[in-house]
């Protein structure tokens, strides 16, 4: 996993640090509701490859 999330900041370490300043910004609701889409997206390629 660390592997996938080190990989955008190495290439594109500007684009990086723009998308981080946009999450800054969103309200506690819309970062919840990303936290959950990713959380989904995790299981269900968990349960795909299992």
């Known amino acids: 996993m ?3 999330e080190g990989l955008f900041p190495f290439i594109s370490p500007g ?3 723009r998308t981080f300043q946009k999450l800054l910004a969103l309200q506690d609701g819309q970062l919840r509701f990303f936290g959950l889409c990713s959380v989904m997206l995790g299981l269900l390629l968990l349960w795909l490859t299992s």
């Open 2 to 4: 660390l592997v996938f």
């Open 15 to 17: 684009g990086w640090r």
